[in-house]
């Protein structure tokens, strides 16, 4: 047994001094030389140079010297120790000596300080895109990557294996070259080669000199205040055996890069040609009588600056061309140009937003000239180089070297790679210093044998492992972290003797992210619970809230669907590779192999990058045909998160009980804090579900748990979308593939009898069924086919069996059924192992599951209470931002909770009828749709749609159409209105139909324009409907819903140029909308300057405007505190930092604004459609304000979620209107009972209209609009 076992767990107590802690770095760039750089380690994330130096003439038996340098710059002194350095392992040994040996410039204490080394080595290959711990199967992938830098990567390895014998328990880290571009697009690093070369044999391109990009794309982001932000073109000019290279960067990442395959493509550099026709090297071998390697070995060490000018210095090269020498001005020429091809190429790849052109490397530092020569004649691409900065440039700090106009900066940055690969080691390995802590004993718990029941020849070696880092994780709560990060004999060592003497060694510290890890006590089928839980706590936390899985349900390759599931309900802003820790078959093989602290290591490391800056994180338990629970609880105690039991309804509640106390049982005999914050017991019968809830909650109070919450059980949750059983059958799809997402199954019907017997068993199901027979019982399949145009018969889809391909006698028949849309599937198998198949087939929950998903959520919020959550969440009094989910989620629940009735005038688009049934299926409104009766119905067959719950009304043959056509007689016969006309309109223009149904109050709302226009759609509303009390303007806002954040831009559709007044009223009633839908405006007027910085006559609109919106604020009690400010450029009005740099007085506003005014509709629409493009943004709208009653607009181009998302925003508009109680008017269906009224009719003219509503009366009697007044008004009203 494992020595932890004989320790006692510990306390924290006192600090104690931290140990001095150094890391070597070793940079082999040749065979015969490596240079060296010793740091000490003051954090994660800083280090410091202490001594550095070279070792030269490795290999030879005489002449090696060890040099170091003493002082720092360009003057610092050089000490050279001579020494016979024969081999790598020799030279190194010597090192070791020096750096101890303070007459030498030595300045390492103890050689037991020297924690972890750091090796630069050019390339991973594929499979290595980020820095790694060396060990015997990285070391192979090093050595299999040679080939691709033949020069580089041997000498990397004999330096590797060198350190190995000499360092024997330090742990080596390699920082590969390649890693910094592995974010490039496949676009950027595939060749337009046959693919099987890439696949096969890694041949892509890889670039090259990461450490110093990642190093100097750093330091410029920091610089110029743009983390995470930096858009750069770098260049990198090295010195003769560097290279040279450039790199394009968005968002601080890189997204292309000159060098390829091998260091040899790209930028001429001093020995190496850089860029040529690929055939060369064969032209070569065939001309001169040369092998490929001997071909390679001209391009490579005779070619580039030296075949051009047999110079291979820059600065000299550029000092003798400036002299006259024809070859050297040619070699410049030739350098500079192909640099210029990059830049210019690099530029356009980021649309020319390039904050910043940086020179790097020692000739890219040290050369001005050639600086110079790269920017020269570039101002037209906002690129101005001052020759006198550019001149005095000092090569040892960053240095701007661009003239006050230039629109891009220049920069001048000195790399330093080693300091880089320093902190890559550092972190990896985890040897940061921390405030470490004395213990006191604590009584020992009794240990958890992890894998007992698993069987030997499965896990072999993998048991003891596990059993021995879970004894581990038992020494000490505080000290988990750095013994499962163990990555060396050595580390583990250190970690041991931590623990003896009460000390934590590692860098484990509070977490300030709060957690909570949901560990199911009933095994699979866990996504609900999961994504319940996240929905309650997401709505306490919704700008930071995390999601994430210790170990997922997938390959390396595969996508989590878990993960994706709720990434995608919740719209989570993050990479889901970074919501995982390790995937399904890493996880097994680890264990299995023996390796279980590298599974809890991985997992650390992995959560702790994730949940870096998140306010709450939900983690997922691992299910592993191993006893997960064990496992489960070890990843909890490790990360150190309170836990929430869930478990499946069991009749027998005694063993459900016992169930739970044994899991706490072993919950408890953790370290760490690792609480039961309650449990949730889902799935219960709803019969059930009070009297158990009672019962239940009462029982566990008695033994300390908390009952979180119980939830029932719907059939609905087994159903199976016909997409899942295709995908599981493998099926070919004969009919109905635009339905195979949308229509669920609930039975399998099996067709083996009569037509009429497959028909009364189909009819006597309550839910949709799936039928499956022989493909060759042609009169079943035209039954079903025919039997489906009924509503009375639920058939979700045919499965063929038994066909490799439709006879051509069936083909034939079925051609000749119109508008097939039931999904119709056909597999080769026989109907027996079908039935088996389907029988192994388990319900899944997709995105596009909205029914299983919002049944999910309204559970949740019913049955897992606040206080619950409150235990969970500490509420702070900070202003909560709108995120688009909480946004959509809220007013969907309050939609269902105020059950308004909307009509749809386009009954005869399939995306609208799809809409209602959408709608009323899930419970948000009453609809009535308009329309032929029988076209309806038609499309709803054809669609496979259930509109038993719809409205559906033909206002040509409407009993009520008479009496509307009456009511907008009264209400426009002052135009010229007359009743014959009124009829026509009502009869023929449902526009008219829908909005007179409101007119007469039975109807809150109404959204057209799927096949309408906007003036077709506006019209009946401006001339009959008109504006509300005390507004005196129509106009329209959109909601964007970007990823972080809901904002409201307004106007982007209807008023043209409005003036100052109008700015003033469409800036409150968008703040007034903003308001009622849960937001708390801060509304920005926005120009092209701010505040006094410019002057204009648009900016004086804009300023007039902000003082009239600030007096129309005031005379609203309600809007008193809503702060409105301008003119704001929409940079300023947005982005904090943004805001700091030009607003200088306190605002409100500025970096903060939700609610943006455009002073313009050219501005306004554009803004949005620009934003909705760049960003993949919800964009919601337009939504119309300012109407008694809300109508809505469409686009043509809308889908099925636009219409409901139309839908329920009208629906929370229609709330805001004041009306009397109602009465139940008598509305004609074919298909359902009449919608009870909303509102009893009014009165056709209101007497007060004309003081009331002023403007919009001046409008719709207009002589000839001015030119301030809305053109999409002024051609709506007409007549």
Known sequence: MDSFLDEQPFSEVEPVEQNVVLALVLDASKKDCVSFTVYSVLSDQKVSEIMCGRLCGIGADAGGFVEVKLGEGEEGEAKKFDYALPDAASALKHLTEVLVDQEKGGK??????????????????????????????????????????????????????????????????????????????????????PKGLYKEHGIRRYGFHGSSYEYVCETASKSLGLTGKLNAIIIYLGEEGEGSSACVVKDGKCIDTSMGLTPLEGLVMATRCGDVDPAMAAHLAKVKGLSVDEALTV????????????????????????????????????????????????????????????????????????????????????????AEK????????????????????????????????????????????????????????????????????????????????????????????????????????RSVDAARRGSVDGNYQEKKTKCLYVLSLSGRGTVLLELGVCHRIMLKCPSKFGFFRPIANRTPKEEDTHTHLIHSVLRLNDDKKDMCGVDYDTALDLISNGHADELFNRIIEAYEKYSRGKEFVVIAGVTLPVQSMELNMAIASILQTPILFTIKYQKETDDMFQTILLNKQTLDSMPGKNDLQGVIVNRVPPADHEAFKTTFKGALASSGITLAGVTKFDEMLLSFRVNEIHTALKSSVLFGHNNLDRIEAQNFVIAAGTVEQVLSEVSAKSTPSMVLMDARRVDVLLGMLFAVQSTEVKIAGIILTGAAEIPMGIKKLLDSVPNVALPVLMVREATEPVIMKLSKLVPT?????????????????EEVGDAFLSSLITKEAKEQVMT??????????????????????????KRVVTAAAELVERGLCAVTLLGNISDVKALAVQLQLDLSKVTVIDPATSEHTQRYADLLYENRKEKGMTPEKALDLVRNDP?????????????????????????????????????????????SIFFMLLPQQVYVYGDCAI?????????????????????????????????????????????????????????????????????????????????????????????????????????????????????????????????????????????????????????????????????????????????????????????????????????????????????????????LMGK
């Open 108 to 193: 390492v204490k103890d050689l037991k300080d020297v924690l972890v080394i750091g090796h630069r080595v050019a390339h991973g290959g594929e499979s290595l895109t980020k820095s790694a711990l060396i060990d015997a199967g990285v070391l192979d992938k090093i050595k299999a990557a040679s080939d691709l830098a033949p020069y580089n990567n041997p000498a990397s390895i004999m330096c590797i294996e060198a350190a190995q014998a000499v360092f024997t328990e330090c742990p080596q880290i390699a920082v590969f070259d390649t890693s910094f571009h592995a974010t490039m697009p496949s676009k950027a690093f595939m060749y337009a080669i």
């Open 299 to 386: 391009l490579r060490k005779e070619s580039g600056m030296k075949g051009l000018c047999g110079l291979t210095d820059l600065t000299a090269i550029c000092a003798k061309a400036k002299e006259g020498d024809v070859d050297c001005q040619e070699a410049c020429a030739v350098y500079v140009h192909r640099i210029r091809k990059y830049l210019g190429s690099y530029y356009l790849q980021l649309g020319g937003h390039v904050n910043a052109v940086i020179f790097t490397g020692e000739t890219g530092v040290t050369c001005a000239a050639l600086r110079a020569d790269v920017c020269a004649d570039m101002e037209n691409m906002g690129l101005a180089i001052d």
């Open 390 to 493: 550019n001149t005095a440039a000092d090569a040892s700090k960053i240095s701007e070297v661009h003239m006050a106009s230039s629109k891009c900066q220049v920069l001048v940055i000195p790399s330093d790679q080693q300091q880089t690969i320093a902190l890559q080691a550092v972190k990896l390995t985890n040897v940061a210093p921390t405030h470490v802590t004395k213990a006191a004993p604590l009584p020992v718990r009794p240990s958890v044998d992890v894998l007992s029941a698993l069987p030997p020849s499965k896990l072999g070696a993998g048991q003891n492992s596990l059993r021995r880092s879970m004894s581990r994780m038992r020494t000490a709560s505080g000290f988990m972290a750095s013994i499962v990060k163990r990555t060396s004999i050595d580390a583990a060592r």
């Open 845 to 861: 929950v997709m995105p596009s599951s909205k029914r299983k998903i919002e049944y999910v959520e309204n559970m949740f919020d």
């Open 884 to 909: 688009p989910k909480i946004f959509q989620y809220r007013i969907f629940k309050k939609a269902r909770a105020l059950q308004k009735h909307i009509v749809l005038p386009e009954g005869n688009d």
């Open 991 to 1035: 526009n008219y139909y829908g909005t007179m149904m409101m007119v007469a109050s039975e109807a809150d709302g109404m959204v057209s324009g799927a096949v309408h226009t906007t003036a077709d759609t506006m019209r009946p509303a401006l001339q009959v409907i008109k504006t509300a009390p005390g507004i005196a303007l129509v106009s």
């Open 1055 to 1275: 008023n043209v140029n409005p003036n100052s007044q109008q700015l003033a009223a469409i800036a409150v009633a968008s703040a007034q909308t903003a308001m009622s839908f849960g937001i708390k405006p801060r509304v920005a007027m926005l120009s092209y300057a701010t505040g006094e910085s410019n002057t204009g006559e648009l900016i004086t609109k804009v300023r007039e405007a902000t003082a009239e919106a600030k007096a129309l604020v005031l005379l609203d009690e309600a809007m008193k505190a809503v702060p409105v400010e301008g003119p704001l450029q929409f940079d300023a009005a947005v982005d904090p930092e943004v805001a700091l740099l030009k607003v200088k007085t306190p605002s409100q506003v500025a970096g903060r604004a939700n609610v943006c005014i455009f002073p313009d509709l050219n501005t306004g629409n554009n803004a949005y459609k620009a934003v909705q493009q760049a960003s993949d943004c919800i964009a919601m709208g337009p939504i119309m304000q300012g109407l008694k009653k809300p109508v809505n607009d469409l686009s043509r181009g809308c889908t099925v979620d636009d219409v409901v998302n139309t839908v329920v925003i009208t629906c929370i508009q229609a709330n805001k209107i004041v009306a009397p109680p109602p009465v139940a008017p008598t509305l004609e269906t074919s298909v359902a009972p009449p919608v009870a009224a909303v509102d009893p009719p009014v009165a056709a003219v209101d007497p007060t209209e004309a003081a009331v509503d002023a403007p919009i009366k001046e409008i719709l009697d207009a002589p000839p609009p001015t030119a301030s007044q809305s053109a999409m008004q002024q051609s």
